[in-house]
Structure formats: C-alpha cells, structure tokens
C-alpha cells in the first residue's frame, strides 16, 4: 500500500507494493536502517526526487517495509522541495502516514546530509518524565532553583508515540539530562511491561542521538523473587526479579545498561527503597491504617510463610536529596538510596496509632507464600555522594499524616 505524504506526487511503500505505472522510483534500500549512510547517498536519493517533482513526476520512495529508509528520504523530499525544517518534514511525515517507527539515527544522517544541525544543549537543562507524580513534581519543585527543569504533561508530549517529537522537544529545550519516572499508571499487568520498555526505548534513542545523560530510577523490587526474612542488597547483589512490575523493572535496568556498554549513552540506574509522604498514595498501607484507627477497626496485616513482611521506608525528602545529588555529581552506573532501618507491617501500624493518639488494633493473618524483606544497602552513595537518610520513621510518619515537622501525636 503506497501511503501518500503529497497526495498523488509523493508516497512511499514497500517495495512489493510498487506500482510503476507514471511514477519514479527512488529505492532507498541501498541504504542501511540504521546510523553511517553518507551525505552523498542520501543527497543523491533526495535529488532524484526533488528533481522528479519539479518535472511533475509522482514519486514513490520504497524500502524493504516502508518505513525508516523510505520516510527518512521522503522527509528530506519535502525538507528540499518545499524549504521546510526537517522537524516539520519529518512531523508532516508521520502524520500523513502514521509511521511512528521512523528511526532517530536516520534522521540524524538526514541532518548531516542537509547540513541541519541541532540546538546546543545547556548543561542546567533537566526534562522530569512523569513530572506530574509525586517524586517527578517534588524534584522539580527541589531542583528548579539550581537547574532549570522542564516537566511536559502527557498531552503536551506522548513518549510512547513518534520519538522524533521526544528528540525535537530536547532539542528545543537544549535538554542535558533526563530523569524518566514516566510509567504506565496501572503498573502490576503484561500490557504495562511492553509500554513501559517501549517508552524508555524511545527515551534511549534520544539519549543516544543528542548526548544525554539518563537518570532512570528503578527499586529494590528487582530484588523481589529472593525468598528471604531479611536479605541486605548492594550493587553488586544479582537481581532476581518476581511479578510484572518486578521483571519490568529488572528488564528496564538491561535497556539502560546495554545501551551505556554497546551504544555509549551515559546513564546512572537509582534503586530507591520505597517512598512514602504526604502527597503520595503509596504505601497504601500507611492510608490504609490511618482510615482504620482513626475508626477504630482492626487492621489486618500479613504473616508469611517465611516471616513477617517488613518495609524500608524512605521519606520523599531524603530520596529527593539523593536524586539531586546523582543529577549533580553521580557517575556511578548503579546508586542505592534506602530507608535508615526497616520495619514489620504491624511495628509501622501501631507507630501510625501512636502518631494519631489512638491504640491501633492489629490482627494477622497468614499468607501461603514466601516473602522477600529487602533491605538496599545505601553505604557507597554516602561514602561516593555524601548521602545518606536523615528522616527516621516516626518524624516522617508524623509530617505525613498530621503535617507537623517533629513528627509528634496530636492533642
């Protein structure tokens, strides 16, 4: 099927789909579908066709598939015949066709050929992916007084549609750093593991592409298929991931470490134990049990086959003061950033009732499975960042649940 980007002149397709009849062919498949074609190829491709349309001719550009060889001449097709900037050929490109494929390492090749070069990076520039949730807005808010920091809706940028929008919004913006929280809001199921992979693709791409460093959190939750009552994790501890969002994770740490080892992009993976405050809807535990004492209705928590389950809880705080000391100084590849201690289920409900001036009422009940207590060994980012949590449990249930600095019961 030929897919028309000026309708009746200029399309491309495969190249099965090819009809000869009144047009001009400009096969690109001598061309490779990835980075190193020459200027000299591309500009004779482009030139056939810009030559062919000025003369009246339809042009149909074909490849092996129709899509990043084809349309990346197509763009220049246009960028040439029509004086336009290749960010809007290649934009009038995907929405004539609906290619989102279109691959970045093409384009940058086009840009060499047509002697278009990108805007210089500035190095205080940081894109926060996700920066409308909780530790992507509270970061902004920390960092937007040394750096200058840009949060996009999903509105205002789709990272899972074309990437070269994703690359043109860098370029723009003169993005030095990204920190990509963006996930897919229901995170447990199969469909959120092919989104979430195919978002930090398209993010790598980028990376690659413009020399952008990555900041790509991730959690001890790679760590979840150990079956432990408490196992102490560092860097150097393999993962064993369990369940969607785990594999997801673990799977999302190989995108980035493959790419920093075979493609040269720098990027820093942060393991953050999880983060409660007061904005935040998880743990959903710590609401859970406000609701419940505060009712004075039991709370029921868990007791597994092979212990109590225990959390490693980290303030907002403390983990926005170690993100913003990896964006500003962290080059290790891996940083954890863990709670100061961690604690069974019922030890952080009866602290929730003593914040709350009430006794909080617990009951157990067993689980017919094994748990994995995984506590982040955060001792090489003090010794290499200076950082290390300051919030204990009590002062951070306390601002959580009632606001107050010191953490103390309400009258």
């Known amino acids: 099927m030929i897919r028309w980007i000026i309708p009746g002149l200029l399309g491309t397709a495969p190249d099965s789909d090819y009809v000869t009849e009144g047009s001009i062919k400009v096969d690109a498949r001598t061309l490779v579908d990835k980075h190193g074609n020459s200027p000299a190829a591309l500009c004779d491709k482009i030139d056939e066709g810009v030559s062919a349309l000025e003369t009246g001719r339809r042009v149909i550009i074909v490849c092996d598939f129709g899509v990043s060889r084809s349309n990346t001449i197509a763009a220049g097709i246009l960028a040439k015949s029509r004086g336009m900037a290749i960010d809007a050929a290649v934009a009038e490109i995907v929405k004539a066709t609906g290619e989102f494929s279109i691959k970045l390492d093409m384009i940058e090749d086009l840009r060499a050929a047509l002697n278009s070069f990108p805007v210089e990076q500035k190095v205080d520039h940081v894109l926060i992916t996700g920066g409308t949730g909780f530790l992507g807005a509270n970061l902004a808010l920390r960092l937007s007084s040394s750096h200058k920091v840009f949060t996009p809706t999903r509105a205002q940028l789709d990272l899972a549609g074309p990437t070269s929008r994703l690359d043109q919004y860098c370029r723009d913006n003169g993005i030095s750093t990204i920190v990509h929280f963006a996930y897919p809001r229901i995170y447990t199921n199969n469909s959120a593991l092919g989104e979430g992979l195919t978002i930090l693709r398209n993010v790598l791409d980028v990376c690659k592409v413009r020399g952008i460093r990555l900041v790509q959190p991730s959690g001890s939750v790679v760590f979840s298929g150990y079956r432990s009552p408490l196992m102490v994790a560092d860097i150097a501890t393999a993962a064993r991931p369990k369940g969607v969002y785990g594999q997801t994770k673990f799977l999302e740490e190989m995108l980035v470490r493959n790419a920093v080892e075979n493609e040269g992009v720098s ?9 409660y405050g007061r904005e935040s809807a998880r743990p959903r535990l710590i609401w859970f049990a406000r609701q419940y004492v505060r009712e004075n209705k039991p709370v029921v928590t868990h007791v597994y086959r092979n212990a109590r389950p225990r959390l490693q809880l980290l303030h907002s705080d403390d983990a ?6 990896v964006i500003r100084s962290g080059r290790a590849p891996i940083y954890h950033l863990g709670g100061q201690a961690s604690y069974e289920t019922r030890e952080i409900v009866s602290r929730i009732g003593r914040i709350l001036g ?9 689980i017919g499975e094994d748990v994995a207590n995984i506590f982040l060994d955060s001792s090489g980012s003090q010794e290499l960042l200076g950082w290390k949590p300051v919030v204990d449990l009590d002062t951070g249930l306390g601002r959580t649940l009632l606001g107050q600095e010191d953490g103390a019961a309400a009258p």
Do not use: W
């Open 267 to 275: 990027a820093t993976i942060v393991r953050i134990s999880p983060v």
């Open 320 to 325: 926005i003061a170690g993100i913003m000391e």
């Open 358 to 366: 009430k006794e909080a009422l617990v009951e157990e009940t067993q």
